[in-house]
């Protein structure tokens, strides 16, 4: 749901585990989509994107699924490990009318528990 | 891996004082854009910069910012005045291309304004 301030949405799972974050966006006619790890103290880092035309894609341990027909995006997490543990963002763009900047979501904290 | 390379980590100006962002974009990549994350919210788009001419701005990014790509590696960000509110982290972003193409984020600048 949604959060104010310094307070984020959090998820907690032990390692080894499965994990599904999710986002709802907010643009309809947004046809690209993101996701964003973000350790403490360093940059959004790109882990995975998906286009508009797809509704599913996978990369190495992860999963994007995008629903349009209700505006939401998961990113599925595989057997996560310690190192998977961050705050995690989704960014939405519309590609058409020469728009080029981003809108981020506003984070889930996901903490994996040893 | 290439990565976008930001300069200083930390700037902590006078409120009134010019402040100058450096940013070393990935070196094939030809769009180049700055956001900023004040703490505990959402990254928020400034600007998007494409073959030496602002391409698309936020209302964020008012007459007291302005960027420039001075030479063929470095992308700056310049605050003229900085207010107490500018205070935040600043981060340059890349990609090889506008639409449907991922943006690689430095590490970005801690800016704090006294």
Redesign the interface.
């Known amino acids: 749901g949604e959060s104010v301030g310094l307070h984020l949405p959090t998820l907690s799972v032990q390692e080894g585990d499965n994990s599904i974050i999710n986002c709802a966006y907010s643009n309809s006619a947004s046809d690209y989509f993101i996701w964003y790890k973000q350790e403490s103290g360093k940059g959004p880092q790109f882990i995975i994107d998906i286009r508009s035309n797809m509704d599913k894609r996978q990369g190495q341990r992860v999963t994007v699924l995008l629903n349009k027909t209700v505006k939401h995006l998961s990113l599925q997490i595989a057997a996560t490990q310690p190192g998977d543990s961050a705050v995690y963002f989704c960014a939405e763009k519309y590609s058409g009318g020469g728009a080029d900047g981003l809108t981020f979501g506003k984070g889930t904290h996901l903490i994996i528990q040893p | 891996e290439p990565e ?1 390379t ?1 300069t200083p980590s930390h700037q902590v100006t006078q409120m009134g004082q010019e402040v100058i962002l450096r940013c070393v974009p990935i070196s094939n990549h030809l ?1 180049f ?1 700055w ?1 900023r994350q004040i ?8 600007v ?1 910069f ?1 073959n030496n001419e602002i ?2 701005k ?1 209302e964020i990014f008012d007459d007291q910012f302005s960027v420039e790509r001075p030479d063929g590696s470095n992308f700056t960000l310049k605050i003229r005045s900085t207010k107490l509110e500018d205070s935040a982290m600043y ?1 340059c972003a890349s990609s090889w291309g ?3 193409q ?7 600048t801690r800016l704090s304004i006294l």
């Open positions: 976008v930001q769009y854009y956001y703490l505990g919210q959402k990254v928020e788009f400034l998007s494409y391409s698309e936020s981060f506008q639409s449907n991922p943006q690689h984020f430095g590490d970005g």
